[in-house]
């Protein structure tokens, strides 16, 4: 079982940087591969970045390679999601999700549906 939190969510300007941070708690944090998702108003939730266990895979959505970079630090359980350049279409609330692919053969997943835990989200406002 592993329980997240997220925080760093808040209003922002257009072309300012956010940091957000998913702190996680429970077993085998290490183990699992993490993700951001987002959900916009009005909108499905969409796929953000991924990183696996060890910190040294990731992948992006088309939207925001070049402006977001994701990162662990597994000794301290948590997850970041570095938020630059951002645009008012990045408004949405933000959400960290776990998965367990140890038992797959790949180490990163853009589906949410391979995500077994998440967080609760935080809001992130991006005016123009």
């Known amino acids: 079982q592993v329980q997240l939190v997220e925080s760093g969510g808040g209003l922002v300007q257009a072309g300012g940087s956010l940091r957000l941070s998913c702190a996680a708690s429970?077993?085998?944090?290490?183990?699992?591969?993490m993700g951001w998702f987002r959900q916009a108003p009005g909108k499905e939730r969409e796929f953000v970045a991924t990183?696996?266990?060890?910190?040294?895979?990731?992948h992006y959505a088309d939207s925001v390679k070049g402006r977001f970079t994701i990162s662990r630090d597994n000794a301290k359980n948590l997850v970041y999601l570095q938020m630059n350049v951002v645009r008012p279409e990045d408004t949405a609330v933000y959400y960290c999700?776990?998965?367990?692919?140890?038992?797959?053969?790949?180490?990163?997943?853009?589906?949410?549906?391979?995500?077994?835990?998440w967080g609760q989200g935080t809001q992130v406002t991006v005016s123009s």
């Open positions: 990183i696996g266990w060890s910190g040294t895979t990731t």
């Open positions: 999700a776990a998965a367990d692919l140890r038992s797959s053969i790949v180490v990163l997943s853009t589906n949410e549906d391979e995500y077994d835990y």
């Open positions: 429970g077993r085998s944090f290490s183990s699992y591969t």
